[in-house]
């Protein structure tokens, strides 16, 4: 048993680092729309808690290395380079597994961007940070698709949960600074909307 348990060791460390990657990307995401929302209100602040974001970002590539070099050392399925690194060229689902390469290659390009951002145009650095909705679908998707813990009751729910938050998240993030312009019109008009005119 403990011989079975050894030689199978890199495909549970792959498993968690999988699970525990998407869990803290998650995280990353929900923590950046809050902030983007302004439901965290910046003034007043810790540091530690604007620089959270970040935290969260770095620990996700950190669990995603682990979820890698525990696939290309695991001896029960075959992951070389060209699996691990190239769309579709995996034997063991590749449709599914390239869902993990380009949520890891988004994810990568976000973090360095990320860590640069002083340096890059805002809106260079915005359009790649908004790639990471795409990460968190193309994460979900590897997810279900190729791990053994999708039939999991809990994984089930947590990715249900974590969907929903970033859907309302996001949603709120949409609508939000519509109604702010609209309630800034409205108070300079005198709280009248002039003939024509629309939200």
């Known amino acids: 048993m ?18 525990v990657a998407w869990g ?19 003034r ?6 604007l620089d959270l974001h970040r935290f969260l970002g770095t620990l996700t590539i950190v669990a995603v290395a682990v979820h890698v070099l525990a696939l290309w050392g695991d001896t029960f399925l075959y992951f070389g380079w060209r699996e691990l690194f190239l769309p579709m060229a995996s034997s063991y689902r590749p449709g599914a597994v ?12 976000i973090q ?16 790649v940070h908004l790639t990471s909705f795409v990460v968190f679908v ?9 791990g053994a813990d999708a039939a999991n009751t809990l994984v089930q729910w947590l990715a249900l949960s974590g ?24 108070a300079a008009g005198g709280g009248r909307r002039p003939v024509g005119a629309t939200d």
């Open 44 to 49: 007043g602040v810790p540091a530690w808690l």
């Open 163 to 186: 969907g929903l938050l970033v859907f309302f998240l996001v949603l709120f993030r949409l609508l939000a600074p519509r109604r702010a312009r609209v309630a800034s019109r409205r």
């Open 138 to 146: 193309a994460s979900t998707v590897h997810a279900f698709t190729s």
């Open 112 to 127: 360095l961007t990320s860590w640069v951002m002083r340096r890059l145009p805002r809106r260079w650095w915005h359009t």
């Open 98 to 109: 390239t869902w993990g390469v380009i949520a890891t290659y988004l994810l990568v390009a």
């Open 2 to 19: 403990s011989l079975a348990v050894n030689d199978h060791a890199a495909w549970y460390a792959a498993r968690a680092a999988g699970l």
């Open 24 to 42: 803290v990307a998650t995280a990353s995401i929900l923590w950046g729309l809050a902030l983007s929302t302004r439901l965290i209100r910046r």
